[in-house]
């Protein structure tokens, strides 16, 4: 078995100039946190053959590993975007259909550029990488800590480096992940392993697993998300078809039964899904650490009903890992943080608006319950969400 082989040619850059930078997420992810997110390249000289920006969705032209957008003046952009912000929240530097640390970022300074605004502005930070180059960054990231929170994340999905060589030729080695881990949690930051996606097959034994979430806490991750492999039709399944086919022609039936649906989320078989959960449910459980950032890494840092909304959601994943019923509550969250943004939406025109006015309303509907009767909360989920007020430790 061979390594695909690596690029003859170097990446073409095209520098074009953007209107808009941001993504202003509807709700606070409860994996990522992120509130502002960004592209500040498109196309991905990391060439990983699975990644869900190949997919047509996301208009990327060309060929996606070599020919590189560069939003040129994109800083300059996110001074204006970031400085009309009206909310707290952490930006989000990295995943979309991009990693803001591949090798344009040497030349252009893009995402660095980014966390020097972060930090005038007084924002949290979450970065996404599979690059080494977020080296050169980390003492601005411990700057950002020390006013906000700063965490810095590494895409992990397998510990083993032939298997990351094939499947991600332009990313760093997995020990160099591993050491710039450590690193970070040296300097304080938060630190965590997005162990996604495992791919079937492949990287998703139990052994597999277990070995990959032992792996990032003795890294020192202060949490582990972790997901399976989803393949939209077209251009992104079409590629990993293609290595799958030539590395591992042994795997393609399964493959195909999997994925047979062709779901345009590209999602697999949800008996697939069950299997690998329950995989990572033992070995979270085995190391003790949780599948999302521990409230720690976000206490204080966003709205009152972003902080509960999210710490619902965790408290859900965490009572189904238990084999307890927790759905309720993660809707719950999800219906909150919902409520918020349309309140904010609706009262965000009038002058002398402030995210304080949502916040106020929100933990007045909460005391007298009417959140619940408006929102069709169950009891308990009201109840845990008023218990988790008092320490969203939001403004009052």
């Known amino acids: 078995m061979t390594r695909p082989p690596a690029h003859s040619e170097p990446a073409r850059y095209r520098e074009v100039s953007a ?61 204006k975007e970031l400085g009309r912000a009206k909310e707290p929240g952490f930006v989000l530097v990295g995943g979309g259909v991009c990693d803001a640390y591949q090798p344009a970022e040497a030349k252009y300074r893009l995402a660095r550029g980014a966390l020097e605004l972060a930090l005038e502005f007084g924002f949290p930070v979450h970065v ?18 020390r006013r906000a929170r700063a965490i810095l994340s590494f895409s992990i999905q397998t510990t083993n480096d032939d298997v990351r060589a094939r499947f991600e030729p332009g990313a760093a080695a997995i020990a160099e992940r591993l050491r710039l881990m450590r690193e970070a949690r040296r300097l304080g930051l938060g630190v965590g392993a997005m162990a996604m996606p495992v791919l079937p097959g492949i990287s998703d034994q139990p052994d597999s697993i277990d070995r990959l979430v032992e792996t990032a806490v003795a890294a020192g991750a202060d949490f582990v998300c972790t997901g399976g492999l989803t393949l939209r039709p077209g251009a992104q399944k079409d590629a990993y078809f293609a290595l ?153």
């Open 19 to 79: 209107k808009s930078v941001t993504r202003l997420r509807g709700t606070v992810d409860p994996w990522f946190l992120g509130r502002y997110g960004m592209n500040l390249y498109r196309g991905c000289e990391h060439g990983c053959r699975y990644c869900d920006g190949r997919a047509e969705r996301y208009y990327v032209d060309g060929d996606f590993d070599r020919d590189i957008v560069v939003k040129h003046n994109a800083v300059d952009v996110l001074r």
């Open 128 to 145: 996404l990488t599979k690059s080494s180059l977020v080296e050169r960054d980390l003492d601005l990231l411990a700057q950002i800590n």
């Open 244 to 396: 799958l086919r030539d590395q591992y022609p042994e795997l393609v039936d399964g493959y195909l039964r999997v994925y047979r649906s062709n779901r345009p989320s590209g999602i697999p078989d949800p008996r697939y899904l069950d299997r690998l959960e329950r995989r990572f449910r033992a070995a979270l459980l085995r190391h003790g650490i949780p599948s999302r950032p521990p409230h720690p890494l976000f206490r204080g840092l966003m709205p009152c009903y972003a902080e509960v909304g999210v710490r619902l959601e965790h408290q859900a994943v965490e009572l189904c890992s238990q084999g307890r019923p927790g759905l309720s509550l993660g809707r719950a969250g999800f219906a909150i943080q919902a409520w918020a943004r349309d309140r904010i939406s609706t009262l965000g025109r009038r002058k002398g608006f402030h995210h304080s006015h949502v916040e106020a309303e929100f933990r007045e509907r909460l005391q007298d319950g009417s959140i619940a009767e408006l929102l069709g909360l169950q009891r308990s989920a009201l109840q845990a969400a008023r218990e988790l007020c008092p320490r969203a430790g939001a403004s009052e």
